[in-house]
């Protein structure tokens, strides 16, 4: 039998290991050129093939401020999917402050409505969704909606406290009188399906104004009543408020009904699956539902296996 060398049995696994793990010449060419879309494309590439270790290696090659010099270039869903992309191949990635930001910016299509679809929709809540829903991307759905919401509550209260007001006297001078300062505070709620909780979301708008009794040493005439605008239309800023608010919480905790037929909703429902695994990395490891991972995987130009890669 042919004896082996002491320094051939070390020296043979490492060559090994440096097979396995080695860069192609593309590779090396791929690191040198520093071009992060094109790194974290490929790392993508080599984690859809399970092999962690060269993503890490073609990620480590896309330098912080390139990185973030791509998501600042990019609109909100790209730039969370670089951002998950250097993250999902063992990368730092983006602060979180960052990834708050772009997720509040995202806006997906959303779909709201109510537990029972014989529910008619609430005229104010309609009435906002036509004055401000296409800038949110939220619409009303009564059959299947991808968001719950219960029936709405709104009201407003009016408090009244002491004072003391500057007002013009009769040739304009302002001075100091004893006044009653209003305060009317327009509520809306309503119990709403956010992640995996139902929870009551609240809004409030508020309007002030003084009122005075005349002062005649002073010349001051009376002001009895407060300038502010009617009910009604306290009531609808109460409600655009509400719905700004909830576009707010969804943004922090999109659903995982969220459509994934645009590159925005399959970027949503990649957070939305790390968020309800308490996992970044479930959405980037192939977590979801196979026939949406696999649509969404299409959509992003992902390799089969790489998921939705998002932070």
Request: charged share 25%; glycine share 6%; hydrophobic share 45%.
């Amino acid at each position: 039998m042919r004896k082996i060398s002491r320094t051939t049995a070390v020296v043979a696994p490492a060559l090994l290991l440096a097979c396995a793990h080695g860069h192609t010449a593309e590779q090396d060419a791929m690191t040198k050129r520093a071009d992060c879309a094109e790194l974290l494309r490929a790392a993508d590439g080599a984690r859809a093939q399970a092999r962690p270790e060269l993503a890490a290696d073609l990620a480590a090659a896309c330098p912080s401020d390139k990185l973030m010099a791509l998501v600042d270039q990019a609109p909100p869903a790209q730039a969370l999917l670089w951002c998950g992309r250097a993250a999902a191949a063992q990368q730092k990635g983006c602060e979180a402050a960052r990834i708050a930001e772009l997720a509040a910016r995202l806006n997906p299509h959303l779909t709201i409505g109510p537990s029972d679809e014989s529910t008619p929709l609430d005229p104010l809540l309609g009435a906002a969704l036509d004055q401000i829903g296409k800038d949110l991307n939220l619409s009303w759905d009564g059959n299947q909606p991808d968001v719950v919401v219960g029936k709405l509550a709104v009201s407003v209260e009016h408090a009244t406290n002491a004072a003391i007001a500057s007002v013009p006297d009769a040739k304009g001078k302002k001075v100091r009188v004893p006044a009653t300062q209003h305060r009317f505070a327009a509520r809306c709620e309503a119990q709403v399906a956010v992640g995996s909780k139902t929870r009551t979301l609240r809004a409030q708008e508020e309007v002030r104004d003084m009122t005075w009794e005349a002062a005649p040493k002073l010349a001051v005439a009376a002001k009895f009543e407060p300038s502010v605008p009617p009910e009604a239309e306290l009531n609808k800023r109460a409600v655009l408020a509400w719905l700004r608010s909830l576009a707010r919480a969804l943004a922090a905790n999109p659903p995982e009904g969220v459509d994934v037929t645009d590159e925005k909703g399959c970027v949503a429902y990649g957070l939305s699956l790390n968020l309800a695994s308490g996992d970044p990395s479930a959405a980037a490891s192939g977590a979801g539902e196979p026939a949406k991972v696999s649509a969404c995987e299409k959509l992003l130009g992902e390799p089969p296996g790489a998921g939705v890669p998002v932070p």
